[in-house]
Structures are given as structure tokens and as C-alpha cells.
């Protein structure tokens, strides 16, 4: 009686990190500072502190990066940013671009 010969195939499997997105929020001359701050609390979940920081780099260098995510949240998080925007009258611009 021969021995039973058994085959084991090991395999890798390598897991890729996401990629990550910048959400940069745009200045405008008619969206409220208040509403930026408001945005980035509520939507973003920034700190107060953090979030008044952010609205003035955006408010004086005319872009600010408001958060890095995966690309679902990120556009998600755009997305309900420009709605409620638009909701109040402002036509305030998210973008999100590939880090």
C-alpha cells in the first residue's frame, strides 16, 4: 500500500491600503464664515477651534483642506456640504481631489 502524498498550495494575499482623498473647501464672496464653521462641525466634526483655523485659511488663502478620507466618504461628505449650501442660498464649492 502506498502513502497517500497530500498537496498544500500557500498563497498570499497582499491588502492594499485605499486611497485617500483631500476634501479642500473653496472661498467665495457671499458664503458666510459663520456657515464654513458650521459646515465643519456638523459635517466635518471638527473641534471650534479647528474649525474657525480652517475658514480662515480659507477665507484668506482662497482653498483650505478641510479633512483626508477614502474617496466614498470624502465625496459623501462634499456632497451634503454643497447640498446644505445650496439649501441656504450659497453657492459655496467643495472639491475633492486624489492625495
Known amino acids: 500500500m502506498e502513502p ?3 498537496t ?3 498563497s498570499k494575499v497582499k491588502v492594499k491600503k485605499p486611497k485617500h482623498y483631500k476634501v479642500i473647501m473653496h472661498n467665495d464672496d ?3 464664515m459663520e456657515f464654513v464653521v458650521y459646515i465643519l462641525t456638523d459635517i466635518f466634526r ?3 477651534l479647528e ?3 480652517i475658514m480662515m485659511d480659507v477665507h484668506t488663502k482662497g482653498k483650505g483642506v478641510v479633512g483626508i478620507y477614502p474617496y ?3 465625496v459623501t461628505k462634499a456632497s451634503i456640504s ?3 449650501a445650496k439649501e441656504e442660498g450659497f453657492p459655496f ?3 475633492v481631489e486624489e492625495e
Do not use: G, N, P, S
Open 4 to 6: 497517500k502524498v497530500i
Open 8 to 10: 498544500r498550495e500557500k
Open 30 to 32: 457671499f458664503t458666510t
Open 46 to 48: 471638527k473641534e471650534m
Open 51 to 53: 474649525a474657525e483655523k
Open 72 to 74: 466614498d466618504i470624502a
Open 82 to 84: 454643497m447640498a446644505k
Open 93 to 95: 464649492k467643495v472639491t
